[in-house]
């Protein structure tokens, strides 16, 4: 079994900075790629970023690509994404995800998810 607790959401102007963390315990070896995605009211849930965890290859979202960036801490099995340059249209609430085998966009093919931290960006 295991689990995901995301962290680090909150209010924040346009323009500024958030790290979300999420913090995995169990078996991590019973996934191979974390992702982030992140469902805003009236939207679908959407795909964010995600890494492989051997490796580190990522994958990112084309409205996030160049601002935001996820990295894995392995002595903390800890995964991380850098917010940057926040927008308005970020506002969401983000999840951490995990799932067997090799990449993937849509978000049920990941097993294992976090109760979701928010983040709201202010204009």
């Known amino acids: 079994q295991v689990q995901l607790v995301e962290s680090g959401g909150g209010l924040v102007q346009a323009g500024e900075s958030l790290r979300l963390s999420c913090a995995a315990s169990?078996?991590?070896?019973?996934?191979?790629?974390m992702g982030w995605f992140r469902q805003a009211p009236g939207k679908e849930r959407e795909f964010v970023a995600a890494i492989v965890w051997s490796g580190g290859s990522t994958y990112y979202a084309d409205s996030v690509k160049g601002r935001f960036t996820i990295s894995r801490d392995n002595a903390k099995n800890t995964v991380y994404l850098q917010m940057n340059s926040l927008k308005p249209e970020d506002t969401a609430l983000y999840y951490c995800a995990g799932r067997r085998g090799g990449f993937g966009y849509t978000g049920a093919l990941y097993e294992y998810w976090g109760q979701g931290t928010q983040v709201t960006v202010s204009s």
């Open positions: 169990g078996r991590t070896n019973s996934y191979y790629v």
